[in-house]
């Protein structure tokens, strides 16, 4: 299977909390993917993250990360930019040892900035993060999410050019903050091939690795202000979104965020298997 689907955290019909137990009882239940959630800090210890290696490379789970919520690549205050530098880096040098494929996180505010100021600070910062992971030998794709407010730094294009001015980053694409941002208004199939055709046009074979986030959301005109379960009111719909991914052979992980983060995950596996099926006839 070309796509790979999982939860943005332990499985919720988990009996068990701890991130090992998570990546057994995703691999039980039928998915293949995980997130791990350091959105409060990295408590992980380095035995622990060799367990999970070992078990996630065992049942075939990809497995990534996403990095505490409070950071800011756009700051001018030094403490808060040292604190970003940080999170960002022990997140990753983590995921690493867990042998996850990429670190999440949020790029940051506009703040007082215009556009072009938050997209150099932000760069500057990426640039010291890919300094200190070189000098400790940690190979890791590091995931710039698209926010879901719009006064937040990181919209698509933003994190496009991000990517093709730093090797080492990678959008990832979260459909619910495009859709309450206003980046792209989703309502069927052929906002889903636009998003992608652009995907492809500015960073290749992207479409062929890419990690995205899905849910529904409630929105205002600001932006996001929370996710919903899939089917709640179809903003933005996922079952175009799973025959968009079927009918293309785009390959890559979905990791769901809705608050049923098994159960809706695995609703998106059910729906791209039977459109897979379906081409596979025709």
């Given at each position: 299977m070309s796509i790979r689907f999982g939860p943005a955290g332990i499985p919720l019909s988990c009996k068990e909390t701890s991130t090992l137990s998570g990546v057994k009882c995703c691999k039980d239940i039928g998915l293949d993917a995980m997130e791990l959630e350091f959105v409060h800090g990295v408590r992980m210890k380095d035995v622990s993250a060799a367990e999970i290696k070992s078990a996630a490379g065992d049942l075939d789970i990809r497995l990534s990360s996403h990095a505490p919520y409070y950071v800011n690549l756009c700051t001018n205050d030094p403490a808060k930019r040292e604190n970003t530098i940080r999170h960002i880096f022990h997140s990753a040098r983590t995921t690493a040892l867990c042998?996850?494929?990429?670190?999440v996180f949020h790029p940051g505010f506009y703040q007082k900035l215009s556009p072009q100021e938050a997209f150099a600070a932000a760069k500057k910062t990426l640039l010291e993060i890919e300094e200190k992971l070189k000098q400790n030998k940690i190979k890791i794709r590091l995931g710039a999410e698209t926010v879901g407010k719009k006064s937040?730094?990181?919209?698509?294009?933003?994190?496009?050019?991000l990517s093709q001015e730093l090797d080492f980053v990678e959008p990832v694409i979260d459909f619910a903050h495009l859709h309450a941002r206003g980046d792209f208004r989703i309502n069927g199939e052929s906002e889903y091939k636009a998003i992608f055709d652009l995907l492809e046009r500015e960073l290749g074979d992207y479409v062929k690795r890419f990690h995205c986030h899905f849910s529904e959301i409630n929105y205002s005109e600001k932006g996001e202000l929370n996710h919903l379960d899939l089917g709640t009111k179809d903003e933005p719909p996922f079952?175009?979104?799973?025959?968009?991914?079927?009918e293309n052979g785009y390959s890559g992980t979905v990791i769901c965020e809705s608050p049923k983060i098994d159960l809706d995950a695995l609703l998106m596996k059910q729906t791209y298997e039977n459109f897979t099926e379906k081409f596979k006839v025709h």
């Open positions: 042998g996850g494929i990429i670190t937040a730094f990181g919209g698509l294009l933003e994190n496009i050019k079952r175009p979104f799973m025959k968009v991914l079927a």
